[in-house]
């Protein structure tokens, strides 16, 4: 598992109890042996409004990052994400963006794991690389959409 996936997860682990979680760049840099800016790929790659975030960054000595999770409607969110999701998707991000639609109750378990199986690196194999994430894209797109 890579550093950003680690990361992702342990962030998001903090953000089950009330959708709220307040970090120290350093702090988390310190307990993963990486440097801040890695904190700060993650942040604004997994992260972001699109993906149902807001992130507030105070920088200094006493500095934090606060993340919040949107809460709004079922249908208004789906759209957002599918307005959001643009040509590509790569698996990482489909499986964090399935996991916030399952913490946020927009699907059920049922739908998330078949969604995770459908846009998985295994399921798309045989798909060349290069239109892979393409391919991905449409098909999360398209699945989104039946759930309207």
Partial sequence: M????????YIM???????????QRRELADRF??????????LTS????????????????GGYIRIT????????????????????????????????LLMSSIIDEQAA????AATSERCLGFVPKPQRDRVRAAMYKN???SII
């Fill in 69 to 100: 999770r949107i809460k709004t409607d079922k249908n208004t969110a789906l759209m957002h994400i599918i307005n959001s999701i643009g040509e590509e998707l790569d698996n990482i991000t489909a499986q964090v963006m399935i996991k916030n």
């Fill in 2 to 9: 890579r550093l950003s996936d680690v990361l992702t997860e």
């Fill in 46 to 61: 997994r992260f972001t409004p699109e993906q149902g975030y807001v992130v507030e960054s105070r920088r200094g000595g």
């Fill in 143 to 145: 699945m989104l959409l």
């Fill in 33 to 42: 042996g990486c440097v801040p800016s890695q904190i700060n790929y993650v």
């Fill in 113 to 116: 794991k078949i969604m995770s």
């Fill in 13 to 23: 682990e903090m953000l089950e109890s009330d959708g709220n979680a307040e970090i």
